[in-house]
């Protein structure tokens, strides 16, 4: 589930899912999408703060869940696509608190948050091309935009795990908090809301430019990951997963 509330102009979103370890459902692309696209209209939300829990952000998508659902429908208007669009439509600064493992879609939309706190034992890894997919939410456009080319392909193609020092290296993580991580996170989202929110806005648009491309881009991701799902290599790929899972 996704834990939402409201202070000081800041909207916390906590991923709630212990037993999967934050593996996101339909239902949580839902709400997230939902509560990102509710503060682009609500002026009492001036920045927003995603977050997990103790030694655990999320390990991406909750496979079987996935496979359900765009098994039927294709990946067109399924919730994590509506979530994908949300991030590329934010118009509201995001914060994210990284403790623990960040895995596939918990890796790449720090690549669309403004501000990133991690704790020592973060562990940030994309391993879509060993499931025979490609990377999503962008990463593609923004990866080698804020790593460089050769980290990007490291992180998103070979898919090698990066700690915290290292992610902060590569430009995906603004500051290592050794103590409470949320804490830092939150205060900093606070000091974000406490400022005027129109020249913040203005600011904030002025640095990200135009979104035209990265949202072409997030639309292509979605394309060709959607005819991935039904490639041989791909099917090999979640059947060993799973089996490997269960074992």
Known sequence: MI????????????LDRPEKKNALTGQMYSDLAEALETGNTDA??????ICGLPEVFTAGNDIGDFLQYAGKTGLGETPVVRFLRAL????????????????????????????????????????????????????????????????????????NAFSAEKAAQAGLVNEVVEGDVDAAALACAKEIAAKPPEAMALSRKLLR?????????????IRIFASRLS????IAAFQAFMTKKKA
Do not use: W, Y
């Not at 430019?209 to 991701?221: A, H, I, N, P």
């Not at 490639?231 to 791909?234: D, K, L, R």
């Open 44 to 49: 009492d939300i001036r920045c927003h703060l």
């Open 231 to 234: 490639a041989p290599e791909t």
């Open 88 to 159: 590329v439509r934010n118009e509201k600064p995001l914060v994210a608190s990284i403790d623990g493992i960040a895995i596939g879609v918990g890796t790449t939309l720090l690549m669309h948050c403004d501000m990133v706190f991690a704790s020592p034992r973060a562990l940030i890894r994309s391993p879509f091309v060993d499931l025979g997919l490609v990377p999503e939410a962008g990463s593609s456009l923004l990866g080698p935009q804020i790593m460089g080319p050769a980290r990007a392909f490291e992180l998103l193609c070979l898919g």
């Open 209 to 221: 430019g135009d979104t035209s491309q990265l949202s072409e881009r997030v639309e292509e991701e």
């Open 3 to 14: 834990r939402k509330s409201l202070e000081d102009g800041v909207q916390t979103l906590r």
